[in-house]
């Protein structure tokens, strides 16, 4: 069974230009999660998705953040303009229910670095 | 709100050795816990969880971990450590209630020979 899918592993772009992450989960999960994680510290929640319902934004930066999960499959996660902080690694993860007690399978991640 | 806590940034031990990861956590009733490790490279693996019942937890690679209520704690352990398992562990508590979902920060473990 394929994992989840991240594309692509590495980016590097210039402060204030647009960048966009993808994940495609595993077949059949419902529910995703995007993440990031600054060096040396444990992944955080950006966004949650229930199928194609965005069920837990509230620490996703709305002002230059946006995600989308079209058709509840795939899901982008795009910065625009992005900032020297955002300098991280983006995580994806899906699970086949809602609830916690279902297994998060997490993606090897976006690594970006923001010059 | 909840937090987790993993005093140990950075953990060596020798091959063979035994092992304790600490995580501590604050909650006001039992949260899910759960204990993932990070390879170089590799995403997030869940070594095992908790959710009720027996307090000692049995997960992959041979890992177990004791949740003790008293102490709000979920340490992770291994009898005998292999080269392989360098790694970074985090620990994990969950909300039963509102599915909120909090990694600690981290313990990166070193194994010499």
């Known amino acids: 069974e394929a994992g989840v899918v991240q594309s692509p592993r590495y980016k590097i772009i210039e402060k204030k230009q647009p960048v966009a992450f993808w994940c495609n989960p595993i077949s059949g999960h419902n529910t995703l999660y995007w993440y990031l994680q600054n060096l040396g510290q444990g992944p955080e929640l950006l966004i949650r998705y229930e199928n194609e319902e965005a069920v837990d934004d509230s620490q996703l930066p709305k002002d230059r953040f946006s995600a989308e999960r079209l058709k509840g499959v795939d899901s982008t996660l795009k910065i625009q303009p992005a900032e020297l902080g955002d300098s991280a690694v983006y995580l994806c993860?899906?699970?086949?229910?809602?609830?916690?007690?279902?297994?998060?399978?997490f993606g090897p991640g976006t690594r970006l670095l923001v010059l | 709100a909840q937090s987790v806590t993993q005093p140990d940034i950075h953990i060596t031990v020798s091959e063979g050795a035994s092992l304790e990861l600490r995580c501590n956590y604050s909650y006001g009733a039992t949260p899910y816990l759960f204990w993932y490790v990070q390879s170089p490279g590799q995403g997030l693996q869940l070594l095992l969880k908790?959710?009720?019942?027996?307090?000692l937890v049995q997960g992959i690679k041979g890992f177990e971990a004791e949740f003790k209520r008293s102490q709000s704690s979920f340490n992770l352990r291994k009898p005998s450590v292999h080269w392989s398992d360098a790694a970074e562990y985090f620990c994990?508590?969950?909300?039963?209630?509102?599915?909120?979902?909090?990694f600690g920060t981290g313990t990166s473990l070193t194994v010499i020979p």
């Open positions: 993860a899906s699970s086949l229910g809602t609830s916690l007690e279902e297994t998060q399978y």
């Open positions: 994990a508590v969950g909300a039963r209630t509102g599915n909120q979902f909090y």
């Open positions: 908790y959710f009720s019942g027996d307090t």
